[in-house]
T-cell receptor, first 115, second 114 residues
Framework: TQLLEQSPQFLSIQEGENLTVYCNSSSVFSSLQWYRQEPGEGPVLLVTVVTGGEVKKLKRLTFQFGDARKDSSLHITAAQPGDTGLYLCAGATRGKETSGSRLTFGEGTQLTVNP | KAGVTQTPRYLIKTRGQQVTLSCSPISGHRSVSWYQQTPGQGLQFLFEYFSETQRNKGNFPGRFSGRQFSNSRSEMNVSTLELGDSALYLC?????????????FGDGTRLSIL
């Protein structure tokens, strides 16, 4: 069974602070996705990382995929109240296009950014 | 472009009843996956359908079943409901469901069992 451990579970910070969320596994994933979910809504994809060591930036968010494709991190610079939400990492298992796939989700990090 | 649509948004049932949830994927998407989200377990994979066939299945009892129609719309059925089935049920669609493809989620059906 593939598991993704996400930390921290809860994070409450002040506007303007930086933060990092970690996602770790003992399994190798073919890709890893980060989602953000707000109350009453489904998760919305932020980014997909595929290559070991890959770094992607989305405005103030920086995503990194570990060299061994077992871990990932999300770093937010100068957090704003609008960043508040549940951040989820999800690993996709290796497979062919025709065999489908499944996402294994981490437990999520509930981020609160106070003004 | 319309997103993934799930109906109904909210549902209240009692133990022992059965329920059917519906998911309409984004136009052109042929893969539909279902997930259960609870505070204690997070998001857990139920099953995935592609071309009207169940292609992947998670570790849920046989009370949970689904199907997909020729237009890619999918339904999920839960029979003999238990209190522990109270959860947010999410469906997600993608073009072919291949690993790494972005999954587009609906806003879910909130199922409450009394």
């Amino acid at each position: 069974t593939q598991l993704l451990e996400q930390s921290p579970q809860f994070l409450s910070i002040q506007e303007g602070e930086n933060l990092t969320v970690y996602c770790n596994s003992s399994s190798v994933f073919s890709s890893l996705q980060w989602y953000r979910q707000e109350p009453g809504e489904g998760p919305v994809l932020l980014v997909t990382v595929v290559t070991g060591g890959e770094v992607k930036k989305l405005k103030r968010l920086t995503f990194q995929f570990g060299d061994a494709r077992k871990d990932s991190s999300l770093h937010i610079t100068a957090a704003q109240p609008g960043d508040t939400g549940l951040y989820l990492c999800a690993g996709a298992t290796r497979g062919k296009e025709t065999s489908g796939s499944r996402l294994t989700f981490g437990e999520g990090t509930q981020l609160t950014v106070n003004p | 472009k319309a997103g993934v649509t799930q109906t109904p948004r909210y549902l209240i049932k009692t133990r022992g009843q059965q329920v059917t949830l519906s998911c309409s994927p984004i136009s052109g998407h042929r893969s539909v996956s279902w997930y259960q989200q609870t505070p204690g377990q997070g998001l857990q994979f139920l099953f995935e359908y592609f071309s009207e066939t169940q292609r992947n299945k998670g570790n849920f009892p046989g009370r949970f079943s689904g199907r997909q129609f020729s237009n890619s719309r999918s339904e999920m059925n839960v029979s003999t409901l238990e209190l522990g089935d109270s959860a947010l049920y999410l469906c997600a669609s993608s073009f072919t469901g291949g690993a790494g493809q972005p999954q587009h989620f609906g806003d879910g059906t909130r199922l409450s069992i009394l």
